[in-house]
């Protein structure tokens, strides 16, 4: 195979978008530096141990959240910035506890 056909080759399977990696590294290097990124991290080891005790499936958890499966997934991989609405669906579907503030 001569080296222009090997180019040819290489451009044919060559993809038509521009890849994202870029703009993900960034994007998780700004959650780092913004901290929210180790909260989610937290949670979804937390909701990942509450499953297993509780012998939930994704698709139960995502029936009591009426969400996809999906998101439960993107929720378990840890790098989800969560709302408080999404935390607290999350405390009232596992009977657990999230978030706890003090007020004075």
């Known amino acids: 195979m001569t080296k222009k056909e090997a180019i040819e080759r290489l451009e ?12 993900e ?6 959650a780092k530096n913004n901290g929210w ?11 990942a141990v509450v499953m ?14 009426c969400c996809s499966p999906q ?4 929720l378990l991989k840890g790098e989800e910035n969560l709302s408080l609405e ?9 009977n657990i506890p999230i978030l706890q503030c003090e007020f004075a």
């Open 12 to 23: 044919k399977l060559q993809s038509a978008s521009l890849s994202s990696w870029r703009d």
């Open 25 to 30: 590294e960034v994007r998780r290097k700004n």
């Open 37 to 47: 990124l180790s909260y989610s991290r937290k949670i979804a080891i937390k909701i």
């Open 52 to 65: 297993k005790r509780q012998n939930l499936t994704r698709q139960d958890v995502a029936d009591k959240l």
């Open 71 to 74: 998101y439960v997934s993107r």
């Open 86 to 94: 999404t935390i607290c669906k999350l405390e009232n579907a596992l």
